[in-house]
């Protein structure tokens, strides 16, 4: 669930921060992206048509608020549900 969103320093991105499906962290990742877009996919636009530009990970981290690492750990039995 995304918590808290704001622009980077250089305005250049969104800084996004999420709490995780998977350990209830919350994790944050600068993302290429516009609050349009984050409006059009609030708005029902299929995420992976709306962020061409950020890659499955950061997407997902959208959705679940789980970074790569966190999946890495729960795959490897370093954290578990």
Wanted: charged share 30%; hydrophobic share 40%.
């Amino acid at each position: 669930m995304i918590t808290k969103m704001e622009p980077t320093k250089d305005g250049k991105a969104i800084k996004v921060t999420a709490k995780s499906d998977i350990s209830g962290k919350e994790n944050t990742m600068d993302m290429s992206m516009t609050l349009l877009q984050f409006k059009e996919w609030q708005n029902g636009a299929s995420i992976q048509d709306v962020f061409l530009d950020l890659t499955d990970d950061e997407r997902e981290f959208l959705l679940t608020g789980i970074t790569a690492d966190e999946w890495d750990e729960l795959l490897n039995g370093e954290i578990s549900l």
